[in-house]
């Protein structure tokens, strides 16, 4: 994945030394920060489930309380969270059902209620769990063979840039059917989570310093309002709408289009402690095949997607591809537990997420994990994981807005680092993303044009081109990789110089731990040869390793304040305000792991 520039985005700018590799969060802040995580993830997790719920058959008493989907679906990827962030690509990700899957969904779903008649609900979920266990080996292979990664490696700035932007449009239809619920809390979320982020983004309150270091140097309290800037307009909406319901005071003006979103079954009472198990095994069909594949195309492209857009905003080097293989088979094997645990979707990157996190500038693995555990323990009560069914469906809402507009501007700024004014690259992005949001607009009007004559073909084609996503990717590196084009017109003139200078620096942010190194010595054999960086990857971090501990060292010497590695430049200047410059290199680094 090469957007490459000479500087990473920001890096004038001072960056938030949180949870870097040389400052351990305390354990308040790391949990402010899941608490963070988990709201964002459990308002894409319920609108996943508000979304598909309608296109079941209805009538039908077996079908699942919401709290039993929910629970399931938060235990499977508070697991693959796990895997994700200590065994796949080691970003901070979190995991959710994303809309690659909630697509494929509706139209398996939607073509069972038409054609069976006799179906009942819980039949439907079992054939859309069986689409889930496929995606998930599915994507397991894609990970295991390189296929990720060989093609991560081939998508210059022309296939980022559309391909970021999609995927934050691609929630706009969703984000305004949520908001029209209540158009003034959307709105309030909105207006509380910009102002807090760009415009008291610097303010600091005294109670939330960080702990003092051995040597007694003062450290600068956190920039808490930039750093909570979506947990705290989230807490006090929900407040809000709290109290003006208690006072019956109506706030919720009922629409049209939001009264497709009732909860299934939710008078009945989900019991306190269960295990995420249907009871039931998935009900694999040649139809389940069909919308199977294309789940895991179509998200397979997205975490792809994701995982550059992660490490742009939080201004690491680009993934390698041994990175994008092991972070496909965590998602894989997280929908493979999915779809057997029956969950009506299986797990991928969460752009969202992702997207809240550059706009608060947290890059803390340890808060994503600790979030993995809350999930995994919600996961285990689906009376608790009812109660996220009470949050407001505008609030939903306005988190979609103030987050996917985040990957929207990302991919927007990937558009510097190629010729824009050419021809060919006006043709290439004008033509993939007008083509990405034509096609599924005709096709989910008129679905009957696309007839092959056997069902499983059609649900393929049609659960595939009503993704944005997958069009926009697969366009845009068709005619990337086909339409002849010059260095400067594609943007790949700094491809190799900083490409092979940010391997060092990768290394440290998406290698796997030296234990864990050592306790697999087999990793390199056939067929995991993928997961691992190649030999000479190795040397040449090896090399640039050696380069930075030797360049720390005399800088520590010149400053006689600092030992070799410490990186005092992370501090603010004794009497100013004022960060110390950093390296472009070195701050690429500063918003990632809190251990190894």
């Known amino acids: 994945m090469n957007g490459g520039g000479q500087r990473a985005p920001g890096a004038g700018s001072p960056a938030l030394p949180a949870c870097s590799p040389l400052k351990m969060c305390s354990w308040v802040l790391s949990c402010c920060l899941a608490l963070q995580h988990l709201a964002v993830q459990a308002s894409l997790l319920c609108t996943f489930h508000l979304l598909l719920l309608p296109a079941l058959p209805e009538g039908q008493p077996r079908t699942p309380a919401a709290g039993e989907l929910l629970a399931r679906s938060l235990f499977a990827c508070g697991v693959s969270a796990l895997l994700q962030t200590s065994l796949g690509s080691r970003l901070p990700l979190v995991q959710i059902p994303s809309f690659e899957y909630l697509v494929p969904a509706v139209v398996l779903s939607s073509h069972l209620s038409r054609t069976d008649g006799n179906g009942t609900a819980a039949a439907s979920l079992r054939e859309v769990s069986g689409a889930v266990v496929v995606s998930g080996l599915i994507q397991l292979a894609l990970g295991m063979s390189g296929v990720c990664g060989w093609a991560a490696r081939r998508c210059g700035p022309m296939v980022l840039a559309p391909s970021l932007s999609v995927i934050g449009l691609s929630a706009y239809k969703d984000a305004a059917s949520l908001c029209s619920s209540s158009w003034g809390v959307a709105l309030l979320l909105m207006l509380l989570t910009v102002t807090f982020s760009q415009h008291l983004g610097s303010c600091r309150l005294p109670f939330c310093a960080w702990p003092r270091a051995p040597g ?58 269960q295990l995420p198990y249907s009871g039931e095994w998935p009900l694999l069909t040649p139809r389940a095949l069909a919308v199977g594949i294309a789940m895991a195309v179509g998200c397979s492209v997205n975490s792809a997607g994701c995982y550059v857009l992660c490490g742009r905003l939080l201004r690491a080097p680009r993934p390698p591809r041994d990175a994008c293989n092991r972070g496909l088979c965590a998602e894989g094997l997280g929908s493979l537990l999915a779809g057997l645990l029956g969950a009506a979707g299986g797990t991928a990157a969460s752009v969202a997420n992702t997207c809240a996190g550059g706009l608060t500038q947290d890059g803390s693995r340890l808060s994503v994990q600790v979030s993995a555990l809350a999930c995994v323990a919600l996961g285990t009560s689906p009376r608790l994981a009812a109660l996220l069914t009470r949050i407001p469906l505008a609030v939903h809402g306005g988190v979609l807005c103030v987050t996917y507009a985040v990957a929207v501007g990302t991919g927007i700024s990937y558009f510097q680092y190629a010729d824009i004014d050419s021809g060919r690259n006006i043709f290439i992005v004008g033509f993939a993303m007008f083509m990405a949001l034509l096609v599924p607009r005709w096709l989910g009007a008129a679905p009957a044009h696309l007839a092959t004559g056997w069902v499983p073909l059609d649900l393929l084609f049609l659960s595939l081109l009503m993704v944005p996503v997958f069009l926009t990717g697969f366009l845009s590196f068709f005619l990337e990789n086909t339409v002849s084009g010059t260095p400067e017109e594609r943007g790949l003139l700094q491809k190799t110089g900083a490409g092979d200078g940010e391997r060092g620096k990768a290394s440290s942010v998406y290698g796997l731990p030296a234990g864990l190194r050592r306790l697999l010595p087999s990793c390199k054999a056939f067929p995991c040869c993928f997961l691992c960086p190649g030999r000479e990857e190795e040397e040449e971090e090896e090399e640039e390793k050696e380069e930075e501990d030797e360049e720390d060292g005399c800088r520590a010497a010149e400053e006689g304040t600092a030992a070799a590695g410490e990186g005092t430049r992370l501090l603010l200047k004794p009497g100013s305000g004022e960060a110390q410059d950093r390296q472009p290199g070195q701050e690429e680094m500063l918003a990632w792991h809190t251990g190894a």
Do not use: K, M, Y
């Open 216 to 273: 007694g140097s003062v450290e600068p309290p956190v920039p808490t309002l930039r750093t909570l800037s979506v947990l705290l307009p989230f807490a006090a909406v929900c407040g809000v709408c709290a109290i003006l319901q208690h006072l019956r005071v109506p706030w919720d003006s009922p629409d049209p289009t939001t009264a497709r979103f009732p909860w299934a079954n939710s008078t009945f009472q989900p019991p306190w402690l």
